[in-house]
């Protein structure tokens, strides 16, 4: 079965500074990835999403991300964080099914604090 | 252009009870799914609705139920509530056309008492 693993569950960073969020997925087959953010009490935002080709993506807010099959990792980067960028960050792999339809298996969460 | 809406956005009930949660899609997406999202978690997949039909079903209880109207605006609903049902409900709708997006909703905080 996919999963998806981001192993930290708190990153706090100076407004400013560089930032790299870590993702690592199992999959059988080429993965269409994806990074979500979500406000306190909201919603899901899609920043970027990986389908096939090059493996550097560019989302919004600044943000990109780099698919690396050999490590069967998606980390999300942002070269100088700001302050409204305090959020928690999901990834997600989604899975295609046999039977038609798709469905996103999500990490855990990574929440973010930006110090000022 | 309207993006996924739900309602209602907050909902308290006790144990035992039974709720129905609404779902409209984004502008030109015909798939509605449903993701559970408890609290410190990432969302989990409930089911997936197309043309009015369950497609996908997660490992969830037959106490959560939905449906698709033409229109393909959607509803889950849950009976017998439980405690461990308190959660934040999200709806995302998406286009059947190949491998699309998913763009969610602001999501429902349902408490159960």
């Known amino acids: 079965a996919q999963s998806v693993t981001q192993p930290d569950i708190h990153i706090t960073v100076s407004e400013g500074a560089s930032l790299e969020l870590r993702c690592n997925y199992s999959?059988?087959?080429?993965?269409?990835l994806f990074w979500y953010v979500q406000s306190p009490g909201q919603g899901l935002q899609l920043l970027l999403k990986?389908?096939?080709?090059?493996?550097l993506v560019q989302g919004i807010k600044g943000f990109e991300a780099e698919f690396k099959r050999s490590q069967s990792s998606f980390n999300l980067r942002k070269p100088s964080v700001h302050w409204s960028d305090a959020a928690e960050y999901f990834c997600a792999v989604d899975n295609i099914l046999t039977g038609g339809g798709n469905k996103l298996t999500f990490g855990t969460g990574t929440q973010l604090k930006v110090e000022l | 252009d309207a993006g996924v809406t739900q309602s209602p956005t907050h909902l308290i009930k006790t144990r035992g009870q039974q709720v129905t949660l609404r779902c409209s899609p984004k502008?030109?997406?015909?798939?509605v799914s449903w993701y559970q999202q408890a609290l410190g978690q990432g969302p989990q997949f409930i089911f997936q609705?197309?043309?009015?039909?369950?497609?996908q079903r997660g490992n969830f209880p037959d106490r959560f139920s939905g449906h698709q109207f033409p229109n393909y605006s959607s509803e889950l609903n849950v009976n017998a509530l439980l405690l461990g049902d308190s959660a934040l409900y999200l709806c995302?709708?998406?286009?059947?056309?190949?491998?699309?997006?998913?763009?969610f909703g602001p999501g429902t905080r349902l408490l159960v008492l």
């Open positions: 502008s030109g997406h015909d798939t």
């Open positions: 999959y059988g087959a080429t993965p269409y």
């Open positions: 990986y389908f096939s080709g090059d493996t």
């Open positions: 609705y197309y043309e009015e039909e369950e497609r």
């Open positions: 995302a709708s998406s286009s059947r056309t190949g491998i699309e997006t998913q763009y």
